[in-house]
Nanobody, 124 residues
Framework: QVQLVESGGGLVQAGGSLTLSCAAS????????MGWFRQAPGKEREFVAA????????YYADSVKGRATISRDNAKNTVYLQMNSMKPEDTAVYYC?????????????????WGPGTQVAVSS
């Protein structure tokens, strides 16, 4: 059983930065890839970024490429998402998720545990 809890969401002005954290319980955290997804009001949940089990491979959605950095600290069972140059269209609930495998994936079906989400709002 894995529990994920996101934190760090809030209100930020356009052009600003935010770092989200996701703390995981369980001793198997370091064995699996992790991902971040987001869901805006009235829209489907979408992939944002993923990181492989050891952190060597990272994969980003085109919408955040160049503005987002995903990282992980396996000693702390935590994965991070830093977002820079934020835009109003980044407003969403952000979710972290644990993959069933070791490498990155953008497919939601590859993730078996999800956090409750943290709200991010970007004002123009």
């Amino acid at each position: 059983q894995v529990q994920l809890v996101e934190s760090g969401g809030g209100l930020v002005q356009a052009g600003g930065s935010l770092t989200l954290s996701c703390a995981a319980s369980g001793r198997t955290f370091s064995a699996y890839a992790m991902g971040w997804f987001r869901q805006a009001p009235g829209k489907e949940r979408e992939f944002v970024a993923a990181i492989s089990w050891g952190g060597a491979n990272k994969y980003y959605a085109d919408s955040v490429k160049g503005r987002a950095t995903i990282s992980r600290d396996n000693a702390k069972n935590t994965v991070y998402l830093q977002m820079n140059s934020m835009k109003p269209e980044d407003t969403a609930v952000y979710y972290c998720a644990k993959s069933v495998g070791k490498d990155t994936s953008a497919r939601m079906s590859q993730y078996d545990y999800w956090g409750p989400g943290t709200q991010v709002a970007v004002s123009s």
